[in-house]
């Protein structure tokens, strides 16, 4: 008696299901609304799954593809973005993806199938290492080796994708663990002794921050995507009004500050804004809140900053002091760090001739370019985007001089409109992660910003925008090549166009007709106001191929080796 | 500098890989590396001795580390007292007219012949890795045919004196 009481009371916390069940009720419990996949071998007992489930599935064209949209869908919603590979080429196929998403610090959960148990090591067929392979590129990786531990692994995964610093967790699941039943806990304990963020900042360091802000002359808060992360851009727009501190922005950080704010100076960086490198560059009190110095913001190390004392608030302690020395290591969570500074309410800084000067430059260097007759530029097509969208559009980019100009010309208004692959500058990112975005924000407007070149590397993915007609609005910045890649060829190469010149080109318009997507060839600037006005605010999808300028480049510019206060191309 | 960091982990597949490939990942340079359970069912100690220009990278270093989430304690111990040894064995042509020579090197080191063949003999010594290669630079002359060693592995001494900043001990 007594022993079979003990035994139902164990029946009540196990459940005995196969692999693949136990894995797609453990996407449930984290309520994964979306699953971007893409079936093969080994993965059939989890296909064979979600043929009954009802977890919305998505199937990319290329796998790449379909990482690329749970990145997307991870930077818009906040949520983990769950991908399936099968082994080998399918599990291969992603790797890009991680890469980029472990540089952006994109929470997703990766699933790779892998070849049964009994044969890992044979070199059996599409078997790939990819726990060898991701190990540099994802925050951590595993194999499922017992169908018992499933649950638990996939509730471990989720919570390290989406907690500290954000970033891709892959789990590697043999056929056989997938296929095989088992008696599983239906409520796992997370068991992760080594793994604990630090959230919560150190007091004395916050002190310090508030006195140094207290003395500063010329302070500047750097504004990164950790701000993002951690929902805390209201809280900085609190604090910079606070102690009156202008902010400026890094490429993933645009959007935690209003770009229209007048303590905003804007984008900092290789293409960033006079303004907004020169107070870097001149600073004496430098407030980094999670952005992670990385060397397209910093320009050469040598000249960075040379005046500052660098504050440095980062969840990720190893980011701090990495690239640049700092002062004031604050180790926590940006929203608690901002919380505890304004609680602070310290002295602001006296700095009326620092705000007056970043005002005089504000009016004298604002971004520029040259009007060429008849010619599209790609600014104001820019520009016209914004209009039509009344700047509250989501932005969604490629890799390129598009993308500069989108950072720009696009003054984000508010937090988390931003998609755009910074770290590891990925092309073919900029479609599959606007596909992402719009699943989402289902009602949000989507604006993919794209090259020529890079919507050549993601094309495919057309296919997924039309069958579940999602309205993305598709703006190719087509200048006939790979235009960056031309534009250090002419300043740095002599003008020595190696392959940058796009020798043959689709028609894209006949492209997207193929796909079924209505599309347009634009080359004015009256073509494009009359089309954007028509098909901006429809729910359809719509491919624009605007014809821009060739050879337009973007400025100002910082060369490679160069400090933030040797800009070039400043003004016309 | 050479610096000694101590690790423990959790004791799971793919854990060492992930320690190395970080180590060349991040282009920093493992002079040795030693692992094996600990008194703890479950976790290693990984004893790591790496070579580096200045303190920011072994700060670095450790930080990265530390990140790995199956990385329960890092420690860089180089600072401390501690006693640290390494195990080698030295395989090394004796043929019997320097044989007794040999011999006579071996035992001020308090090491000692392990096998012993026609023409050669198996030296094991264990102690800090300075006192190793004091033994190698000796045996050398006399033809080592094979040579293998273990890694540092390091604790802190009970005792940490104040002022010393290396302590290491004699043997
Ligand atoms: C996968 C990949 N390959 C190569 C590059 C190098 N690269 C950076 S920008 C660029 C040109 C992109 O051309 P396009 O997509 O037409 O955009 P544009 O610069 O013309 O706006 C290239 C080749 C890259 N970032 N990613």
Redesign the pocket.
Known sequence: MLQEAAFTEVKAEKQTANGADLLLDSLKKEKVEVIFGYPGGAVLPIYDKIYDCDIFHVLPRHEQGGIHAAEGYARISGKAGVVIATSGPGATNIV?GLADAMMDSLPLVVFTGQVATGVIGTDAFQEADILGITTPITKYNCQVRNIEDIPRIVKEAFHIATTGRPGPVLIDFPKDIAAGTGEAPVDPEISLPGYQPTIEPNYLQIRKLTEAVSRAKKPVILAGAGVLFAKASHLLQEYAQQQNIPVVNTLLGLGSFPASHPLSLGLAGMHGCYTANMALYECDLLINIGARFDDRLTGNLKHFAPNATVAHVDIDPAEIGKNVPTAIPIVGDAGEALKMLIKQEGKKPEHSQWMEKLEGWKKEYPYWYEEEGSVLKPQRVMEMLYEQTNGDAIVVT??????MWAAQYYPFKNPDRWVTSGGL????FGLPAAIGAQIAEPSARVVAV??????Q?STQELAVIRELNLPVKIAI?N?Q???????WQQIFYEERYAH?K?PSQPSFVKLADAYDIKAYQITSEAEAKEILEQVMENDEPVLLDFRIAENENVYPMIAPGKGLHEMVGVKK | MKRIITLTVLNRPGVLNRITNLFSKRNYNIESISVGHTEQEGISRITCVVNVENDGIIEQITKQLNKQVDVLKVADISDQAVVARELALIKVQAPPQTRNEIYSLIEPFRASVIDVGKESLIIQITGESEKIEAFIELIKPYGIKELARTGTTAFPRSSQRLNSAKNYSIV
């Open positions: 890009t490629d890799v390129g001089q598009h993308q500058g990925t092309m073919g794209l090259g020529d070149a890079g919507f590397m910045f200048n090549s790979l235009g960056m890649v031309r534009q940058s796009i």
